[in-house]
């Protein structure tokens, strides 16, 4: 079955600087979805992409999709304490609702 | 406008019991999915609920099933349970005929088995 892999799986940085989470696929994709999770949270949708070599920008968070579409990443610039949490990728099953969700990447901020 | 509602929030049973979480879907949603999101992992699928019959199953023993009502609300039961069964059970909505549209998620069952 769909595989989706993330790294790495924990990310220190101190505010301000940059960072950066990586999605790969085992298959194809026909799109990619990122979620946030807030400690003690639930997964917030953030976007999805669609098209191959996508790219989507939501202030300071770059959102990209890979040619192949087989993997996608997540850059945060200049990180603040509000960016902590664990981000997630996942894949579309057969259609909406069954998704393959990677094992996320834990951002800690230091202030 | 509603969000996903779940309940209990937590819940503390005993091996070999039986458990009975809920969800009510977003307003306007009537496909309800439900995962088990362990420590440190990300969100597994169970199964998804679409016009009251389980649509889709994820790799869960049958152990796990459920339920939705004509109002789309949604019921996850788990029998039996092990020790492993430990974790937290997320609901998601979202509505139908809308291939890939983004899951709206509940804050979730923190479930202890003991």
């Known amino acids: 079955g769909q595989q989706v892999m993330q790294i790495p799986q924990y990310q220190h940085v101190q505010e301000g600087e940059d960072f950066t989470t990586y999605c790969n696929s085992s298959t194809t994709l026909s799109n990619i979805q990122w979620y946030k999770q807030r400690p003690g949270g639930h997964p917030v949708f953030l976007i999805q992409l669609v098209k191959s070599g996508e790219v989507k920008k939501q202030k300071r968070l770059t959102f990209q999709f890979g040619e192949a579409k087989k993997n996608s990443s997540l850059h945060i610039t200049a990180t603040q304490t509000t960016d902590v949490g664990t981000y997630f990728c996942a894949g579309p099953g057969t259609n909406a609702g069954k998704s393959t969700f990677g094992d996320g990447t834990t951002l800690t901020v230091k202030p | 406008d509603a969000g996903v509602t779940q309940s209990p929030t937590h819940l503390i049973k005993t091996r070999g019991q039986q458990v009975t979480l809920r969800c009510s879907p977003k307003?306007?949603?009537?496909?309800v999915s439900w995962y088990q999101q362990a420590l440190g992992q990300g969100p597994q699928f169970i199964f998804q609920?679409?016009?009251?019959?389980?649509?889709q199953r994820g790799n869960f023993p049958d152990r796990f099933s459920g339920h939705q009502f004509p109002n789309y609300s949604s019921e996850l039961n788990v029998n039996a349970l092990l020790l492993g069964d430990s974790a937290l059970y997320l609901c998601?909505?979202?509505?139908?005929?809308?291939?890939?549209?983004?899951?709206?998620f509940g804050n979730g069952t923190r479930l202890t088995v003991t």
């Open positions: 307003s306007g949603h009537d496909t």
């Open positions: 998601a909505s979202n509505p139908a005929g809308t291939l890939n549209s983004p899951l709206h």
């Open positions: 609920y679409y016009e009251e019959e389980e649509r």
